[in-house]
């Protein structure tokens, strides 16, 4: 498929937008016309530098009001399309957008705007250019791709065609099937943008709110699946207008657009293989080519999680607490390894001079560790850099979005790479090179819970990583939710809304069918604190325990501080639930928070923050699928006033 983009979804100037699809690897670009014209280049050096750069250039647009109107307005209309076509020449364009008409249209009959049409492709022919009329969704006579085409139709000229734009089509609720109706000889160009489904009025959806493939509510894979059947074989263009895309860096954004259309790619070619296998009719010949990524299958864990920092004792001392052991420190690096259960904490001190601790790498158990990162870097994934001596276990990583390292580590119950700490390190002071011992004081009961269900119960409580909470910048929140999809292949589920003191938190998950790895990526408010700095969110790894009332109990044996949860919470909490007292009494004396469902219950408790991350221990109950939702408020305003007492461990 040959990949396009339009200048319009880019920031920056004309060349450094040329120069970014070049280097993410697009085949062509549209130009859009106010790039062109705030340009200090010329059309001939626009045109010298796309061939340089190794680009297209497929489309110049827009051309806009041109059919339905009076003769008067056609004669003038005329006269600024030839103005364009003499542009178009220079550029070495030879296809132009021409919109159905949002302004002037005076005259609704298919017949007229035909033949107004039909005069435009004869002045066209004399350039050499072509017309692709496209229905805009907000048109005032013409605004469904089956009207456009049928007026193309009507029009019967080899330099009249239509333009597809998903869209227009989708934003209506249109059936895409319709295209491969249409001659793909007269189909001259495919426009494609994704949106969040919102209720809005549609120009208004369409200027700001669309997104890359993928990034959206859209099915794009059907509609690609369409155009595919269609027979068309022309460019596949990206057409996106969206307020943060032309805020954001315009490199990654380039590479971050080709990456959703390689990951459309690879979606629509699954369900085509699938249709032909159950006996779809063949494709057309000849059809577009899609191209395949290596084939994956999602993780089925996380296999560690590793926080920065040059200072490891406080994030030490709280993972003792929740009955975390010490396996040692790594031969040759300042690295620590702590392990319960499944749940496995790498405590990182390269590079790490004046750093809180925070997350800064997530590794997740898949079935083929190379073919993962070989598909990663297909998806244009930032390789990170390691070394590692020959008797290491070679570990390959890339970036995500925002900066977090993603390694692909082979699946397995005890990884080869822990091998490399040793047990003769000496631990952290406080810490256990064993675990919490059965009669020290980490086993001992919380006061008020002796003789309970609370009691503590020697050994590992918490057996894996449940989830982890990950905040994104503003400008990289679409992108990682794409990257994470595409690359791991996780999938979305619907995303919710949190309020804070700070302002509202956007958060969207990404997970694993059976929930064997479940991220959640937070959108944080840009909030500034009293001085004018920037106000940081801290991101968290949720452990999951079948007992949370012993975890909580040894934990609080230990002396650890939990995040304060107010009384009025819990009163709510007997109004909203019908909780025994006792049990309720029980998750009071204990700081435990507490939601359920028609499927199950889900109980939990939080740390204090360290740095620029906290810890919460989960226990899912029944088919709880959630992540305490409710409770977060409570969450968010516990550690803003923590916060702004300055509070918070360091």
Not at 353 to 382: C, H, M, N, W
Not at 498 to 523: E, K
Request: glycine residues 8%.
């Amino acid at each position: 498929m040959r990949t396009s983009i339009a200048t319009v979804c880019l920031s920056g100037t004309l060349e450094e937008k040329l120069h970014a699809c070049a280097e993410a690897g697009f085949d062509g670009v549209e130009i859009f016309e106010q790039d062109l014209l705030v340009s200090p280049l010329s059309p001939e050096e626009v045109r010298a530098l796309a061939d340089r750069l190794g680009l297209t250039l497929d489309l110049y647009q827009p051309f806009r009001d041109f059919d339905g109107v009076a003769e008067d307005v056609l004669v003038e209309n005329l006269r600024r399309a030839e103005a364009k076509f003499q542009v178009m020449n220079r550029l070495g364009i030879d296809t132009i957008l021409v919109c159905s008409n949002v302004a002037t249209a005076t005259i609704d009959d298919d017949e007229v705007m035909a033949s107004q049409l039909r005069r435009l492709g004869d002045l066209a022919a004399r350039y050499g250019v072509r017309i692709a009329y496209e229905a805009l969704a907000w048109g005032r006579f013409v605004n469904t791709y089956g009207r456009a085409w049928r007026i193309v139709q009507l029009a019967d000229h080899p330099h009249v065609g239509t333009c597809l734009d998903s869209f227009h089509i989708l934003s209506r609720g249109d059936d895409p099937s319709g295209i491969e109706d249409i001659d793909p000889e007269k189909i001259f160009f495919v426009q494609l943008a994704d949106a969040p489904v919102l209720s809005m009025d549609i120009l208004s959806w369409s200027r700001h709110y669309r997104v890359f493939p993928g990034q959206g509510g859209f099915d794009l894979a059907a509609f690609l699946v369409h155009l595919v059947r269609s027979g068309y074989t022309g460019p596949v263009s990206l057409e996106i207008f969206n307020d943060v895309f032309r805020q954001s860096n315009v490199q990654r954004t380039a590479v971050d657009a080709l990456r959703s259309l390689q990951w459309l790619q690879n979606r629509s070619g699954h369900r085509i293989a699938n249709a032909l296998a159950a006996g779809a009719a063949p494709l057309p010949e000849p059809h577009m080519e899609l191209t395949q990524l290596p084939v994956v299958e999602p993780p089925s864990g996380i296999d560690f999680v590793e926080l920065r920092t040059d200072e490891p004792d406080a994030v030490a001392e709280v993972l003792s607490q929740l009955g975390f052991a010490f396996r040692g420190q790594h031969r040759r690096k300042a690295v620590q390894l702590w392990t319960q259960g499944a749940a496995r904490v790498v405590i990182n001190g390269q590079r790490a001079r004046a750093t809180e601790p925070s997350i800064s790498a997530l590794a997740f158990q898949v079935a083929d560790a190379r073919t993962g990162y070989e598909r990663a870097l297909e998806l244009k994934a930032r390789p990170v850099a390691r070394h590692n001596t020959a008797d290491e276990e070679e570990l390959h990583a890339v970036r995500a979005p925002d900066g977090t390292e993603v390694f692909f580590a082979a699946a397995g119950t005890e990884p080869a790479w822990t091998r490399e700490f040793g047990p003769g390190a000496i631990p952290p002071s406080g810490a256990s090179s064993t675990g919490p011992s059965p009669t020290g004081t980490a086993a001992q009961a919380a006061p008020g819970t002796e003789g309970t269900a609370s009691g503590v119960v020697p050994g590992e409580l918490i057996e894996s990583v449940d989830h982890v909470n990950l905040a994104q910048p503003w400008q990289a929140f679409d992108e990682a939710v794409l990257f994470y999809e595409s690359v791991l292949r996780l999938t979305t589920r619907p995303g919710t809304e949190v309020p804070s003191p700070a302002g509202l938190i956007r958060s969207q998950v990404v997970r694993t069918g059976d929930g064997a790895v479940r991220l959640a990526l937070n959108l944080v408010p840009h909030a500034l604190d009293a001085d004018g700095t920037a106000r940081s969110y801290p991101e968290h790894v949720g452990f999951a325990t079948r007992d949370i009332v012993a975890v909580a109990g040894r934990a609080k044996a230990a002396g650890m501080d939990f995040l304060p949860v107010p009384a009025n919470y819990y009163e709510d909490l007997a109004a909203r639930f019908r909780i025994p007292e006792e049990e309720l009494g029980l998750l009071r004396r204990l700081g435990l928070l507490y939601d359920e469902d028609d499927d199950g219950a889900f109980l939990h408790f939080y740390t204090e923050t360290i740095g620029q991350v906290f810890f919460e221990v989960v226990e899912r109950r029944g088919g709880y699928d959630g992540y305490g939702a409710p409770n977060a408020p409570v969450r968010l305003a516990a550690q803003f006033e923590r916060s702004r007492r300055g509070g918070e461990r360091t």
